[in-house]
């Protein structure tokens, strides 16, 4: 089974800051990487599919990157809604795997 | 709209078992492949099933196989997912979710989720 390790597991960032998250994969699994946001009590949603494509009505200040084993999702200008878990989840190959999360506080 | 309600969740003791159910409406159900996520108190995501639309692939997690069983009723827009042999380790919010699909027709991840159903296991 993939693995993919995400990091950090948290961090403390400003609005209007640029904040990156990273997930490592422990194989290559091409682009088949998507992003998901979380916040407290509510279903996940959906940022960012095929590593880099930005999902209908989510705004731009989300962007994906990467393929093989390394990818980054970098929030620009971080807005006070964008406070929240961030989780990544490889849809290569069954089984499915997300990362463990990353929390974005406010500082 | 796209819509998914899940039911069935509840306080049960291990080793009990319980049938959730998601009722989809606003998409063509039969076109979508679905999945069942959980997510334990305090915890990360974890996947747990996934069926395509035809219910002829199923995949499971290593930690739910021959335990749970995912299936579709397509004419009711209505996903399952039958829990037995519950254990503590599979308390958690159990969500379903579909699979979007891009213009080219290939996967592009789980674009509409449930509120969730809560699934406690304790004696």
């Known amino acids: 089974a993939i693995q993919m390790t995400q990091s950090p597991s948290s961090l403390s960032a400003s609005v209007g800051d640029r904040v990156t998250i990273t997930c490592r994969a422990s194989?290559?699994?091409?682009?088949?990487l998507a992003w998901y946001q979380q916040k407290p009590g509510k279903a996940p949603k959906l940022l960012i599919y095929?590593?880099?494509s930005l999902q209908t009505g989510v705004p731009s200040r989300f962007s994906g990157s990467g393929s093989g084993t390394d990818f980054t999702l970098t929030i620009s200008n971080l807005q006070p809604e964008d406070f929240a878990t961030y989780y990544c989840?490889?849809?290569?190959?069954?089984?499915?795997?997300f990362g463990g999360g990353t929390k974005v506080e406010i500082k | 709209d796209v819509q998914l309600v899940e039911s069935g969740g509840g306080l049960v003791q291990p080793g009990g078992s319980l049938r959730l159910s998601c009722a989809a409406s606003g998409f063509a159900f039969d076109s979508h492949s679905m999945n069942w996520v959980r997510q334990a108190p305090g915890k990360g995501l974890e996947w747990v099933s996934s069926?395509?639309?035809?219910?002829?692939?199923?995949y499971y997690a290593d930690s739910v196989r021959g335990r749970f069983t995912i299936s579709r009723d397509n004419a009711k827009s209505i996903l399952y997912l039958h829990l037995t042999s519950l254990r503590a380790e599979d308390t958690a919010v159990y969500y379903c979710?579909?699979?979007?699909?891009?213009?080219?027709?290939?996967?592009?991840?789980?674009?509409?989720w449930g509120q969730g159903t809560p699934v406690t296991v304790s004696s």
């Open positions: 194989q290559g699994i091409r682009s088949d």
């Open positions: 095929a590593a880099s």
């Open positions: 989840l490889q849809d290569y190959n069954f089984p499915l795997s």
């Open positions: 979710a579909r699979v979007a699909y891009g213009s080219d027709g290939f996967y592009a991840g789980f674009d509409y």
């Open positions: 069926i395509t639309s035809s219910t002829r692939t199923i």
